[in-house]
């Protein structure tokens, strides 16, 4: 195995346990286990992986969802392991902390670009070049998101790699000159890395918590009412969205890389 390629289909089946040719067109990734058991149970798939770092499923649509785990490095190995099937496209399903006090818990975020404060994505791009997303893919999106009449923001989000950071107030400062509309820990890399790869990619985020105040720091209880009440419309936009692009055979990619 001596060119990336080689090693990616190598690694993505070893990571996930399912076999290369299993892997659909369209890609939904997540790092929540319960998402990818409502999908088994929604479709009556199999899940791939439940004794590997990652796991996989694929319903009978051609449509496969990956749990990818926390973190950009993760999301950067997995935005590299997919080159050895290159999807049509890629939509990440993550979860978010809002800083606006219009960003409420139960809204959806589409990130108009994403600001590379993780530090994993220099490994892939310079750090001049902004982390986007695949505008076609996220106006897909948007549309189905309005036929459900579900709330959503566009707007900036700053992917970091910390996790224990809301006692900070020099970091919450700097949040707050940034004039981001949310924090998370994985949408920048893989706008960055998906850039890099020639993987067209969007994120849809559904807003958890509210981390800039004391009361609104996601707690184990709060995170639960949340995926109670939000994960299966968070999961159905996913589905509907990349599911209807492929019957339509939309092509997301404008241009040749």
Known sequence: MVDKRSIARDWLTRYTGMPLEKFGDYILLTN?????????????CEIHGEDRP???????????????????PNAATIMDLLTACMPECVLFLGKCGGLKDSTEIGH?????GAIRGEGTSDDYLPPLVPALPSFKLHKFVSQVLVEHGLEYRTGVVHTTNRRVWEHDEAFKDKLRDYSCNAIDMETATIFAVGHRNHIARGALLLVSDKPMTPDGVKTSRSDAAVSKNWSDIHLDIGIQSLTEIGEKGETIKHFTY
Do not use: H, K
């Open 108 to 112: 959806f975020i589409l990130p108009i």
């Open 32 to 44: 929540f286990r319960d998402y990818m058991s409502r999908f088994a149970n929604r479709f009556g």
């Open 54 to 72: 990652m796991q996989a499923a694929t319903n009978s649509d051609g449509l496969t969802i990956v749990n990818f785990g926390i973190g950009s």
